[in-house]
């Protein structure tokens, strides 16, 4: 496959996700990961798309819809610290809420070494990782999202959440902007979210860098709207002044 063959079936492939991993499109062209990255260089160069660690999407693409299977492989060890830092914040016997983040789903994996907690998702893979655990797991129930198959949604889960109250919750969600906006682009997750935050007494928003700068369609919240915001980068003196009662740690 010549190079501009190589270029046309990877815009190809953004168009229709808007985001991919260089291992999934290395597979799906069936050439060598370096190959891939060459193609990248020369897409952004054209000003087409944009690079981050271990993915690319398209430039300007605000309704970034990226699968669930491609964001839990980007930024892998920076989630993994995240998740890390954020588990400390849970106590033993917690009721812990979780959505169907990419993020949230590393934080499963530190949940289930704590003691006694209680632990409410809609997030299916997490689900799934939970089942093989002792750690006690409720099903927010409801229907697959049509727009992220990861995740349930719906009137059930909002029924489930809303009759429930948490000791911490735990979100996430694709973009920041200057102002300490947090947006996402899948709109029925918004209100699930925002179930979260209203039934819990401490609420965290996890944050790798990728987010900070991008904006998606739906507006979910802003910094005030959290308790602590848990990220790889330090956010204190971008975000501090503008939310004083705001916690901002660096994982």
Same mark, same amino acid.
């Given at each position: 496959?010549?190079?501009?063959?190589?270029?046309?079936?990877?815009?190809?492939?953004?168009?229709?996700?808007?985001?991919?991993?260089?291992? @999934?499109?290395?597979?799906?062209?069936?050439?060598?990961? &370096?190959?891939?990255?060459?193609?990248?260089?020369?897409?952004?160069?054209?000003?087409?798309?944009?690079?981050?660690?271990?993915?690319?999407?398209? #430039?300007?693409?605000?309704?970034?819809?990226?699968?669930?299977?491609?964001?839990? =492989? #980007? @930024?892998?060890?920076?989630?993994?610290?995240?998740?890390?830092?954020?588990?400390?914040?849970?106590?033993?016997?917690?009721?812990?809420?979780?959505?169907?983040?990419?993020?949230? /789903?590393?934080?499963?994996?530190?949940? *289930?070494?704590?003691?006694?907690?209680?632990?409410? !998702?809609? &997030?299916?893979?997490?689900?799934? /990782?939970? &089942?093989?655990?002792?750690?006690?797991? *409720?099903?927010?129930?409801?229907?697959?999202?049509?727009?992220?198959?990861?995740?349930?949604?719906? =009137?059930?889960?909002?029924? !489930? /959440?809303?009759?429930?109250?948490?000791?911490?919750?735990?979100?996430? #969600?694709?973009? *920041?902007?200057?102002?300490?906006?947090?947006?996402? &682009?899948?709109?029925?997750?918004?209100?699930?979210?925002? *179930?979260?935050?209203?039934?819990?007494?401490?609420?965290?928003?996890?944050?790798?860098?990728?987010?900070?700068?991008?904006?998606?369609?739906?507006?979910?919240? !802003?910094?005030?709207?959290?308790?602590?915001?848990?990220?790889?980068?330090?956010?204190?003196?971008?975000?501090?002044?503008?939310?004083?009662?705001?916690?901002?740690?660096? #994982?």
């Amino acid at each position: 496959m010549y190079m501009n063959e190589r270029l046309n079936e990877i815009m190809k492939e953004l168009n229709e996700t808007n985001y991919a991993t260089v291992e @999934y499109l290395a597979e799906k062209l069936h050439i060598s990961s &370096s190959s891939v990255r060459r193609d990248l260089a020369a897409l952004e160069k054209r000003g087409l798309v944009l690079r981050s660690y271990g993915g690319v999407e398209l #430039a300007d693409s605000v309704n970034r819809n990226i699968p669930f299977t491609m964001r839990k =492989h #980007a @930024y892998i060890s920076q989630k993994k610290r995240i998740a890390q830092v954020a588990a400390k914040l849970v106590k033993e016997g917690d009721v812990v809420f979780a959505d169907g983040s990419s993020t949230c /789903f590393f934080l499963f994996a530190e949940l *289930i070494k704590i003691k006694g907690i209680t632990v409410i !998702t809609n &997030s299916i893979d997490g689900l799934f /990782f939970l &089942s093989s655990y002792q750690t006690k797991t *409720i099903s927010s129930g409801g229907v697959i999202s049509s727009e992220n198959r990861s995740v349930l949604v719906g =009137h059930e889960a909002e029924k !489930t /959440f809303d009759g429930m109250y948490a000791d911490i919750s735990f979100i996430s #969600a694709q973009g *920041i902007d200057e102002k300490g906006t947090i947006y996402d &682009s899948y709109l029925s997750e918004i209100p699930i979210r925002n *179930i979260l935050l209203k039934n819990s007494k401490h609420r965290v928003f996890l944050a790798d860098k990728s987010k900070v700068g991008r904006l998606s369609a739906y507006k979910q919240c !802003t910094f005030g709207d959290v308790d602590t915001v848990v990220s790889d980068i330090e956010l204190t003196q971008t975000y501090g002044d503008m939310y004083k009662n705001t916690e901002f740690i660096q #994982a």
